[in-house]
């Protein structure tokens, strides 16, 4: 996973509430087995219409989604969160995640902002109005900035996801930084028990 610390793009509008991870990602998508290809099935079946807000070539090549309230709600796949990183995303705002799509973003490389309710209303309808604008994502420093517009919208991100962020850690990555005390550890327990090693 590569660190995250200043994300810097255009913005795709997604003006939805309540977007859950069937949305996201439909079911049909889960049957393969590796974490790549899925960018190719995100909101599959929104995009079939030719208006939808991905379809439209002013926001080719965005790397930021902003969603309204409730994104990444219903089941926990983790097939929503790698949809949008294969896309080509790196952070997500909205005024509220599901809980499990927030951790799940934060263990793959996906920044999940949350920003207060009006903020995030502000957000959109800037971003509907001027699509070509520029958003920054500053994980460091947890705030939105539009420089064109000359907003800055503080997120809530906690410590932990934002230090695996910022050091590009997913759950092996954290799990490796411990490596010595884990050998001390193994060293140490009585042979009779099981053990890891060849």
Known sequence: MEPLRV??????????????TDQII???WLKRI??????????AEWRDDPAFVLN???HAGACI?????????????EHAVWALVDYGFKAVVSPRFGDI????????????????????????DHLLSAPDAEVVVDV?????????????????????ARHRLLQGLDDV?????????????????????????A
């Open 7 to 20: 994300i810097s793009g255009r913005a795709v509008p997604l003006d939805r509430s309540d977007v859950d």
């Open 26 to 28: 439909p079911s049909e």
């Open 34 to 43: 590796e974490r790549t290809g899925f960018g190719a099935g995100l909101f």
């Open 56 to 58: 439209r070539p002013e």
């Open 65 to 77: 989604l902003v969603a309204g309230p409730n994104f990444g709600t219903g089941s926990s796949r």
């Open 101 to 124: 799509f927030r951790s799940n973003s934060t263990r793959s490389g996906l920044v999940p902002a949350e920003v207060g309710a009006g903020e995030g209303r502000e957000l959109l």
């Open 140 to 160: 460091e420093r947890r705030v939105i900035e539009v420089p064109g517009a000359g907003m800055t919208i503080p997120f809530s991100l906690d410590d932990d």
């Open 173 to 197: 990555g954290a799990t490796m930084q411990h490596l010595g005390d884990i050998d001390t550890y193994e060293r140490r327990r009585p042979d009779w028990l099981p053990t890891l090693g």
